[in-house]
T-cell receptor, first 114, second 111 residues
């Protein structure tokens, strides 16, 4: 069985300050982990992915995430928030079966205050 | 741009009706996955097809069905629609097990 928990449903930061979106997972397999972003009325865009290579993963738009097996976490960070980062972010875990065993988190809405 | 095209972008229909949502492939994509995103249920996996055959089923209602055609495009058929079926429906395509590319979604509103 696998699951993913996004610890915050809403996060609010000021422009130019760091962003931290938290994700914890559980998986019976060696998981692949992803972060997707969804802007209002848009589809899902892949930000970054971890697939058992380097534990610190760099993604698009300055985002990065660190896979910590001991903490079963895959938190998403960005040093400095931009207004365009306001969106909903989904943490996703897949097992060895590929995407048919994909589990989405419930999402974190990021608000960026000017 | 994910290269995955979903049509229509928006659909408004009445309860009891039937609709068909379409997902068009990127070149080389053999797999297609359908997801439903609703306010109360979040993102849910519905069904996967691979090269024309059903590969996995998630939380898909019996009123819903899908197909993948020889040209690899896929259709999701929703029948006897209910108000609760109002949602954003995504398809995702992948030619690798470690990544998927999502379409922009079809927003279905049942009135």
């Amino acid at each position: 069985a696998q699951s993913v928990t996004q610890l915050d449903s809403h996060v609010s930061v000021s422009e130019g300050t760091p962003v931290l979106l938290r994700c914890n997972y559980s998986s019976s397999y060696s998981p692949s982990l992803f972060w997707y972003v969804q802007h209002p009325n848009k589809g899902l865009q892949l930000l970054l992915k971890y697939t058992s290579a380097a534990t610190l993963v760099k993604g698009i738009n300055g985002f990065e995430a660190e896979f910590k097996k001991s903490e079963t976490s895959f938190h998403l960070t960005k040093p400095s928030a931009h207004m365009s980062d306001a969106a909903e972010y989904f943490c996703v875990v897949t097992g060895s079966g590929g995407y048919q065993k994909v589990t989405f988190g419930t999402g974190t809405k990021l608000q960026v205050i000017p | 741009d994910s290269g995955v095209t979903q049509t229509p972008k928006h659909l408004i229909t009445a309860t009891g009706q039937r609709v068909t949502l379409r997902c068009s492939p990127r070149s080389g994509d053999l797999s297609v996955y359908w997801y439903q995103q609703s306010l109360d249920q979040g993102l849910q996996f519905l069904i996967q097809y691979y090269n024309g055959e059903e590969r996995a089923k998630g939380n898909i209602l019996e009123r819903f069905s899908a197909q993948q055609f020889p040209d690899l495009h896929s259709e999701l058929n929703l029948s006897s629609l209910e108000l609760g079926d109002s949602a954003l429906y995504f398809c995702a395509r992948s030619c690798m097990l470690t990544e998927a590319f999502f379409g922009q979604g079809t927003r279905l509103t049942v009135v």
